[in-house]
């Protein structure tokens, strides 16, 4: 059925112009194609859970996939994975290329458990080939991906990335801050990089606005040493990992 514009709408000095009809939308068609997304939805949760099942103790790691190897911030990430694997956690990326291709490379590389969360885009992102065998989920929905690594994570990296590093960093602040997760260290790897963020975070957000507390600001560290990153995440957890909810 079209739903069209009463007559008066359509007269212009007396002469009346034909207009288009506005199509109207079927509810009950588009309650359906909803009903069954629900089901893909659970799916996608499923599978994320069960491979996470027996993951252990993990860190999340997030960067941007423009990030050439063999540049600086593509050795760097790879010293991060590897690090990381060896002090006994599994590392979780992204599992596109970059940044998190090199961090997957670097914790393989080092024996642990090398996980990627990949999405399926518009420009079809491939997931790098540093990933272990099964132990890749691609996800339709960015949603349901975003649980998957804050669930899990015991703390979250992150390397000089995009918009999508600013997005997932955001999420977890936003929801530690919430208290609708445990608190897990946001760490901020790259002072040249992250600075003028944290800076604006710190002194425009927090101290001329107010619009955060201190203790808004006690999970988040800004780092050059992926070192000194495992020593933050090491330290934040005395009494042993959990889940964040």
Request: charged share 20%.
């Amino acid at each position: 059925m079209d739903i069209y514009r009463p007559a008066s709408e359509k007269e212009d000095h007396g002469l009346s112009k034909p207009l288009l009809p506005i199509p109207a939308v079927n509810r009950e068609s588009d309650f359906m194609a909803d009903g069954w997304r629900v089901f893909k939805i659970m799916a996608e949760f499923v599978s994320g859970f069960e491979m996470m099942s027996d993951a252990g103790p993990a860190v999340t790691v997030f960067g941007s996939t423009r990030v050439p190897a063999g540049s600086p911030e593509y050795t760097l990430a790879e010293k991060v994975g590897r690090l990381l694997a060896a002090e006994g956690f599994s590392v979780i990326t992204g599992g596109g290329p970059g940044v998190m291709e090199a961090v997957n490379k670097g914790a393989q590389s080092a024996g642990g458990p090398s996980i990627g969360f990949n999405i399926k885009l518009p420009n079809q992102q491939e997931p790098n080939k540093y990933i272990d065998h099964n132990k890749l989920v691609s996800f339709q929905y960015f949603f349901v991906r975003k649980v998957m690594f804050l669930k899990y994570a015991q703390a979250f990296i992150a390397l000089p990335g995009g918009f999508g590093t600013l997005d997932e960093i955001s999420e977890a602040i936003t929801i530690i801050q919430t208290g609708k997760s445990e608190r897990f260290p946001v760490i901020l790897i790259g002072k040249s990089y992250w600075e003028g963020f944290y800076r604006w975070i710190r002194d425009t957000m927090f101290e001329e606005k107010g619009y955060i507390s201190a203790e808004d600001l006690g999970f988040i560290y800004l780092e050059d040493s992926p070192e000194k990153a495992i020593e933050i995440i090491k330290g934040f957890y005395p009494d042993g990992y959990t889940l964040n909810f």
